[in-house]
């Protein structure tokens, strides 16, 4: 009985935060009072979606970095950092105007994904005598949420500061066929540490599963700027989760230790990409999911994960996360039809993800961390990608 009162009170306030347009209204920061880096026409981002208000949104930091979002699947829309030399351009893939986002081809550039991030094996999981399926959206599996997923919504802006904004929005019940009506906050922060901060928090009032992540295609050279072999790539993992023909975790862990998917010491993302390696083969490249290490920490407790350097700017990115895992995609699915925002192609493998993450299909591996949460727990996770510079190569 308490259970059941709890359920309709939460309910009850999710209802009344998503209808709270007040606090929208007086946190805004418009685009048109800022001089943006940016190229895109935030004129170009501004539109109505089924009754909700979609706007480009901006973040700037006292170095200069320049983070601009739409409120359509939360979207990291461009990433202005600099180079060794003090020159900026943007890191990510993306689109110039809204409409290619909405009505363009299927994709996730710079999205927050959920309900689940990666894939759930035949689109289908149980949670304790009842069983829940999902769209098949991936060949014969279930990909980042789902046909209409958290990249493809309208989010709620809650509240915005220079250097910091916050985002809600309340997913509901049976959703993509995902059960218990899930109120979500993503904010995004960029620190003057040069850190794009993402922090992820969710409530349940029934028993779900949640795995939230962050989508960029990052290219330190700048978008379309060619291919992305030649970036040097650490990633702190001894082991890794082995695929399927369909990219599903066959449930084991397995070194990378004598394999082309050792990170361990910084290589180039390209200098082992053709080697005869079935799990290369599976995912045309790099696709896989990392089990990261414990240690060591930066000085929040959160788990070094990545680095990357673009050897000709310098630039550098390293990743820090509390999630168990990080999937590194390697733009193996690109093909040069998708233009981007500078008039240049999305090249094949010109770009790569670091995805923190729970690993995928974890329903249905009872021997990975579960991704399972209860009523009156919270979810939480947080993600750090911090930019830097460097001289000399290691």
């Not at 394999?259 to 180039?268: E, G, S, V």
Request: aromatic content about 10%.
């Amino acid at each position: 009985m308490m259970k059941n009162i709890i359920a309709v009170l939460f309910f009850v306030f999710l209802t009344s935060a998503c209808k709270d347009k007040t606090k929208q209204e007086t946190n805004l920061k418009t685009t048109e009072v800022l001089t943006l880096k940016t190229t895109i026409r935030p004129d170009d981002f501004k539109a109505v979606i089924d009754g909700d208000s979609v706007n480009l949104f901006v973040l700037q930091n006292k170095n200069g970095l320049e983070a601009t979002f739409t409120n359509y699947g939360l979207r990291l829309v461009s990433l202005y950092v600099p180079d060794k030399n003090g020159n900026f351009e943007d890191v990510v893939l993306g689109h110039a105007t809204l409409d290619e986002y909405v009505n363009g081809p299927k994709g996730y550039y710079g999205s927050i994904i959920g309900r689940y991030g990666n894939r759930i094996a035949k689109g289908s999981f149980s949670l304790g005598d009842n069983t829940f399926d999902l769209a098949i959206n991936n060949n014969e599996n279930h990909l980042h949420g789902g046909e209409i997923g958290f990249e493809s919504v309208v989010w709620k802006v809650e509240n915005q500061t220079s250097q910091s904004i916050e985002f809600s929005r309340l997913s509901p019940d049976m959703e993509e066929g995902y059960p218990g009506n899930l109120m979500v906050h993503v904010t995004y922060t960029l620190t003057d540490e040069n850190e794009l901060k993402i922090a992820y928090k969710a409530e349940t009032d029934k028993t779900t599963v949640v795995n939230l992540t962050h989508h960029s295609f990052f290219n330190l050279k700048g978008e379309g700027e060619g291919d992305v072999n030649d970036h040097l790539l650490m990633i702190n993992a001894d082991q890794y989760t082995p695929v399927d023909a369909g990219l599903i975790p066959t449930g084991e862990i397995k070194e990378v230790k004598d394999t082309p998917l050792d990170f361990r010491k910084i290589k180039t993302i390209g200098s082992e990409i053709a080697s005869d390696f079935e799990q290369l083969k599976i995912g045309k490249g790099y696709d896989h999911n990392y089990v990261l290490n414990d240690a060591p920490q930066n000085s929040e407790g959160l788990t070094f994960a990545a680095k990357v350097i673009e050897p000709k700017s310098g630039r550098v990115l390293e990743v820090y996360t509390d999630e168990p895992g990080v999937q590194l995609y390697g733009g193996n699915f690109l093909n040069g039809k998708m233009i981007g925002k500078n008039g240049k192609p999305h090249l094949f493998r010109g770009s790569f993800c670091l995805e923190t993450q729970h690993y995928p299909d974890s329903p249905n591996q009872l021997d990975f961390p579960s991704t399972t949460l209860e009523p009156g727990d919270t979810y939480s996770s947080n993600c750090v990608y911090k930019f830097g510079t460097i001289d000399a190569l290691p």
